[in-house]
T-cell receptor, first 113, second 111 residues
Framework: SQTIHQWPATLVQPVGSPLSLECTVE??????LYWYRQAAGRGLQLLFY??????ISSEVPQNLSASRPQDRQFILSSKKLLLSDSGFYLC????????????FGPGTRLTVL | RKEVEQDPGPFNVPEGATVAFNCTYS??????FFWYRQDCRKEPKLLMS???SGNEDGRFTAQLNRASQYISLLIRDSKLSDSATYLC????????????FGKGTHLIIQP
């Protein structure tokens, strides 16, 4: 079965510092991968998705970037964090053979101070 | 217009009661529809997929009305453990598209 790992689980960072969040997937190959953010009082928002190594699509202009250096690894980065980057960051993948049924990793809770 | 709209609640419901949530979506080309459940400070988890005219899974029934662009979730014989936020979710296409989430409806089951 497919499993998603994310780390770190929680992170507190000062404004202007860099960010690197990692997501890895087990139990599948060539998965579609997604980064979502859930900010306080808001719904989940799609940030990036990837259909393969080196292929990244960005959904909204922002202070973040994503990379997919390996088939089952998806990284979310920032060079300089803003206060508005605080939120709950979730990595997801679609279940094999489903109609885009996505399931999520445990998430990283980021607080920017 | 918001893409997926839900009543945020909270819905305070006595244990054993039946509760219904509604959701509307704006993209008429949407292909797939889901209800997710999210517990406090946890990741969302898939509760049900809704593919055609609706489906049932135990105490949960989901309905889809494509003409009205409306999705519903019915919970019968509610349990304390049903307390959570219920997210209405739409997939715009059938491929690799990301999901579009409503903000969720908060349900509190009271003993």
């Amino acid at each position: 079965s497919q499993t998603i790992h994310q780390w770190p689980a929680t992170l507190v960072q000062p404004v202007g510092s860099p960010l690197s969040l990692e997501c890895t997937v087990e139990g599948t190959s060539n998965p579609n991968l997604y980064w979502y953010r859930q900010a306080a009082g808001r719904g989940l928002q799609l940030l990036f998705y990837s259909v393969g190594i080196g292929q990244i699509s960005s959904e909204v202009p922002q202070n973040l970037s994503a990379s997919r250096p390996q088939d089952r690894q998806f990284i979310l980065s920032s060079k300089k964090l803003l206060l508005s980057d605080s939120g709950f960051y979730l990595c997801a993948t679609a279940r094999s053979g489903s109609h885009n049924e996505q399931f999520f990793g445990p998430g990283t809770r980021l607080t920017v101070l | 217009r918001k893409e997926v709209e839900q009543d945020p609640g909270p819905f305070n419901v006595p244990e054993g009661a039946t509760v219904a949530f509604n959701c509307t979506y704006s993209n008429s080309a949407s292909q797939s529809f889901f209800w997710y459940r999210q517990d406090c400070r946890k990741e969302p988890k898939l509760l049900m997929s809704v593919y055609s005219s609706g489906n049932e899974d135990g105490r949960f029934t989901a309905q889809l009305n494509r003409a009205s662009q409306y999705i519903s979730l019915l919970i019968r014989d509610s349990k304390l453990s049903d307390s959570a936020t219920y997210l209405c979710v739409v997939s715009p296409g059938g491929g690799a598209d990301g999901l579009t989430f409503g903000k969720g409806t908060h349900l509190i089951i009271q003993p």
